[in-house]
């Protein structure tokens, strides 16, 4: 049976970043969500699944500490050399998020989750990704998700989906978070399919 990682790591061996069907060449609707949470001097970021997205060269280009995690090491093995000598700047982590942080990730001050947490089926990895999301932002912090809406398709990358309403994203965040914004997005991928998906940010109360 194949593991998730090598589910992964086949994809991103076999494909160039325009034949993802969640790729997008530019992150410009996230930077519309990141624009509303107001900058520290030095701030960072967690990318639950980096994969090769375009969204860390923007990060880095704004100055953000970033700490970079994926299940699959071939797409952060592929992001690192994008990236040439930045990668030293960044943290890489090659973890599955739906098990227990290593206890060597540091707090941050956001947490960034585009098409990560729809993957995740069990009740138990939900549940283990929402606890890792929690003891990880700092009092005060922001966290910005992107998934599948419950319009979009019901299977990706061949695996199937667990779809969301804000509703049910808002009550698995806890009442120890705020919601700030949401929207529904329709993007479209690269073979010009609608993609229905819910962007939603939150702050964590201060305490």
Known sequence: MTTPKQHW???FSTKEDPEL???EKDASQMLTFLGLIPRKEIDTVFLPGAGTSVLVDELLAKGHEIILND???EALHQLKNRI???ADKLVWLHHDISKPLPNRVPK????IDRAVLHFLLDEKDITQYFFNLHST????GYVLLAEFSTTAPSKCAGLKLHRYTIEEMTNRM???FTLIK????TYINPFGDPRPYIYALYKKDIC
């Open 84 to 86: 040439g000598s930045n």
């Open 182 to 185: 949401h929207e529904e997005y």
């Open 108 to 111: 941050v001050d956001i947490w």
């Open 137 to 140: 932002i700092r009092s005060g």
């Open 21 to 23: 069907g969640w790729y």
């Open 174 to 176: 806890g009442s120890e």
């Open 71 to 73: 299940i699959s090491d």
């Open 9 to 11: 790591n086949s994809i």
